[in-house]
């Protein structure tokens, strides 16, 4: 497609449980970023992969959430035993080389009961 | 001092007038800007970049004065549909770094 596509689109699951949301980024964009926006709230980084290059990790808030880039395009953001507080949209950007913008994807709209 | 900062509004403007509003940024190796518009239960979208000699797209305008470390928005004959939470982007290499945002609403 010709943007960011971010699945599922709505995800509901119990407190424990492990989520993984999916995201595939614009062909080409080296850059890949994951954000989570709670309700009225701005935007918290969580991780970024850029080319073959280590992620940045700096933004993942515990050892429960972790990402994966394979072969440079599609990433995964798994978090695991989720608890209430993970609440949340989780944003996915992806994001030419040089200094462009950042796309979005529709996001996943996580809720744990 | 937070690294990027936008006052929060809410700004309520009437329909057909003029706003702006500026983003202020610390890191003055600060390379690219940006404003994307966010609605309501959305992700953001991007509005457009700022350029150093400054940019128009239609009714909007945009600014960047690098000496004094703040990026403007000018919105110009507001429509009702302008209403939004503007947030301001800045860029060093990879590193981007967003400001919490300004929610405009505009009233009939």
């Known amino acids: 497609g010709a943007g960011v596509s971010q699945s599922p689109s709505n995800k509901v699951t119990e407190k424990g449980k492990d989520v993984e949301l999916r995201c595939d980024p614009i062909?080409?964009?080296?850059?890949l970023y994951w954000y989570r926006q709670s309700l009225g709230q701005g935007l918290e980084f969580l991780i970024y992969?850029?080319?073959?290059?280590?992620?940045?990790k700096s933004g993942l808030p515990s050892d429960r959430f972790s990402a994966e880039r394979t072969g440079g395009s599609v990433s995964t953001l798994t978090i695991q035993r989720t608890q209430q507080e993970d609440s949340a949209v989780y944003l996915c950007a992806s994001r030419g080389t040089g200094q462009g913008p950042q796309h979005f994807g529709d996001g996943t709209r996580l809720s744990i009961l | 001092r937070k690294e990027v900062e936008q006052d929060p509004g809410p700004f309520n403007v009437p329909e057909g007038a003029t706003v702006a509003f500026n983003c202020t940024y610390s890191n003055s190796a600060s390379q690219s800007f940006f404003w994307y518009r966010q609605d309501c239960r959305k992700e953001p979208k991007l509005l457009m970049s700022v350029y150093s000699s400054g940019n128009e797209d239609g009714r909007f305008t945009a600014q960047l004065n690098r000496a004094s470390q703040y990026i403007s928005l000018l919105i110009r004959d507001s429509k009702l549909s302008d209403s939004a939470t503007y947030l301001c982007?800045?860029?060093?290499?990879?590193?981007?770094?967003w400001g919490a945002g300004t929610k405009l609403i505009i009233k009939p």
């Open positions: 992969f850029q080319g073959n290059s280590a992620p940045d």
């Open positions: 062909s080409g964009h080296t850059a």
């Open positions: 982007v800045v860029a060093s290499n990879y590193q981007l770094i």
